[in-house]
């Protein structure tokens, strides 16, 4: 994945995170609609926004589960359980 500089403090558009992450945009709207890539929505428009560095770093993490075959209802429950385990600490 391309490391670029933003210089919107490090947020970007789905298709600015696309540019960067080398990532289809289709699949990226399919992360974030089963709720796998986090991003927040704000303004008029409601335009999804995503931090860079959180983004690549969850694109990679979902890379390297694929990699390891697991399948999408896998990488879905491994997400949920790692938000469990993060949210009882």
Known sequence: MDKKATDKNGILTIGELAGVSRTRLTTLKYYTELGILPF???????????????????????????????????????????????NND
């Open 40 to 86: 927040s929505q704000d303004g008029e428009r409601l335009t999804r926004k995503y931090k860079e560095e959180e983004a690549l770093k969850r694109l990679e993490e979902i890379k390297r589960l694929k990699e390891k075959r697991l399948t999408i209802k896998e990488i879905i429950e491994h997400f949920t359980n790692t938000k469990t385990v993060n």
